[in-house]
């Protein structure tokens, strides 16, 4: 049975995203169409879905595409394992000094007789 594509606009929107990032990732080599048309309509398999949120999720967790495009050539553990846990690392330091601006912003508004929020 033959599988399904998606639009890039039906896809984007699956993957709550624009068509112009999906264009971008496309040109940048991180996530290409399944299926290219010979009029330059682009379409992408449901499956693809998974490879978008990794790519959103490592590209939230503050990876560059260059970085995605590199270690989404090869997702054999031990390449992508010391990556994966250098992020981790970085992630509890984020919500480390995240905590600590928090805790500052809570006195400045005690100091101001204010109830933190």
Request: glycine share 4%.
């Amino acid at each position: 049975m033959p599988q399904k594509l998606l639009t890039t606009g039906a896809f984007a929107r699956l993957c709550k995203t624009t068509k112009e990032t999906l264009f971008h990732y496309d040109r940048e080599n991180v996530l290409r169409p399944r299926y290219t048309a010979s009029n330059g309509y682009r379409y992408y398999a449901l499956d693809q879905l998974w490879d978008f949120e990794i790519i959103a999720t490592l590209k939230d967790i503050g990876s560059s595409l260059q970085e995605i495009r590199y270690y989404l050539q090869d997702t054999e553990p031990a390449r992508l394992l010391p990556f994966l846990k250098e992020k981790d690392r970085a992630l509890d330091e984020e919500i480390a000094r995240l905590r600590l601006r928090k805790l500052f912003l809570g006195d400045i508004l005690k100091s101001l007789g204010l109830a933190p929020i």
